[in-house]
């Protein structure tokens, strides 16, 4: 599975942007699908999740601000950020895996600024 994604930048706080994912490949079911986040100097954290059957999954920070969602018919997965603030600022890295797989998928990562 390949992995391509898109639509980071530089914006200020308070604003908005989104994220595309389109995977492609050897794509099977049951899959999860997502974005992660790393900031210089720390891990890899998880941002949002949504399987293919729907379940999604946020990290507490985000809920309210960020959503996730994805077009099962064309591999894809997008992240719709609002009032980014600062702390948002990392490389946000697109996800796949299969559901009952502990080995993840990694796309090429896109740059997110958030000044203040």
């Known amino acids: 599975v390949q992995l391509q994604a898109s639509g980071g930048g530089l914006v200020q706080a308070g604003q908005s942007l989104r994220l595309s994912c389109a995977a492609s490949g050897d794509i099977r079911n049951p899959n999860v699908m997502g974005w992660y986040r790393q900031a210089p100097g720390k891990q890899r954290d998880l941002v949002a999740t949504?399987?293919?059957?729907?379940?999604?999954n946020y990290v507490e920070g985000v809920k309210g601000r960020f959503t996730i969602s994805r077009d099962v018919a064309k591999n894809t997965v997008d992240l719709q950020m609002n009032s980014l603030k600062p702390d948002d600022t990392a490389v946000y890295y697109c996800?796949?895996?299969?559901?009952?797989?502990?080995?993840?998928?990694w796309g090429q990562g896109t740059q997110v600024t958030v000044s203040s």
């Open positions: 996800s796949y895996k299969l559901a009952l797989s502990t080995v993840t998928t």
């Open positions: 949504v399987a293919n059957w729907g379940m999604t």
